[in-house]
């Protein structure tokens, strides 16, 4: 069987050193919130991905572009995701204020999916910039609960069999879940300040 050749071609190896250039940036500004905060880290944790060959090239098909790497990173633009897993609502926005403030990068769109939630509950930062290098990356910033929540809504999302019934009140008791994280997300907030403030 012939191999299939690669949907990113000989950007990969620009893609990987992007990805890793934007790490490196969040992780300037940790360190600056670190001493800021008295050396309380930010960020619980930050993932980092290339999309998988194979679901960009779903992405391309079910977007009815060509399957080739200009629609790979031209017209989509999450070939390159990261996500970062903040403690408190405060720390998501001032990681997004450090970054629109960078002058090798330049913000295409921003989504506030934590002011503005969607329907089903789900609550998000999320950012879409263009690199000096003319890549895009998809920036997800959120708080451990709100990534808490998103985990086990993909994998109910994603499990089949779920009958009528059932799949309504999970939904339901997830929208629930989601208000009541939020509500302690900013709880936590306020106690935050307080000991700050002291």
């Known amino acids: 069987m012939e191999e299939m050749e ?6 990969l190896s ?20 670190k001493e800021k905060h008295f050396g309380e880290d930010p960020v619980e944790h930050c993932l980092a991905r290339i999309k ?15 399957v080739n790497v200009e629609s790979a990173l031209a017209e989509i633009h999450d070939a390159i995701g990261i996500r970062v897993v903040c403690a408190f609502i405060d720390d998501v926005y001032e990681i997004r204020n450090y970054i629109v403030q960078l002058s090798d990068i330049k913000v295409i769109e921003e989504k506030d999916y934590i002011k503005h939630a969607k329907p089903n509950g789900y609550r998000s930062y999320h950012m879409i910039i263009q690199h000096s290098s003319g ?13 808490t929540w998103a985990a086990l809504e993909h994998h109910l999302y994603y499990k089949k ?12 008791e997830l929208k629930r879940c989601a208000d009541e994280l939020a509500s302690t997300d900013v709880s936590m907030q306020t106690i935050r300040n307080m000991i700050y403030d002291e």
């Open 135 to 147: 890549l895009y990356v998809e920036i997800q910033l959120r708080t451990i609960s709100m990534d």
């Open 52 to 66: 998988s060959e194979e679901s960009m090239r779903e992405k391309c098909i079910r977007k009815g572009i060509p």
């Open 14 to 33: 620009l893609m990987n050193d992007v990805l890793e250039d934007v790490l490196n940036k969040i992780d300037i500004v940790r360190e600056e919130m």
């Open 6 to 11: 690669s949907i990113y071609g000989e950007k």
């Open 161 to 172: 069999n779920i009958e009528a019934n059932a799949k309504e009140l999970i939904v339901s």
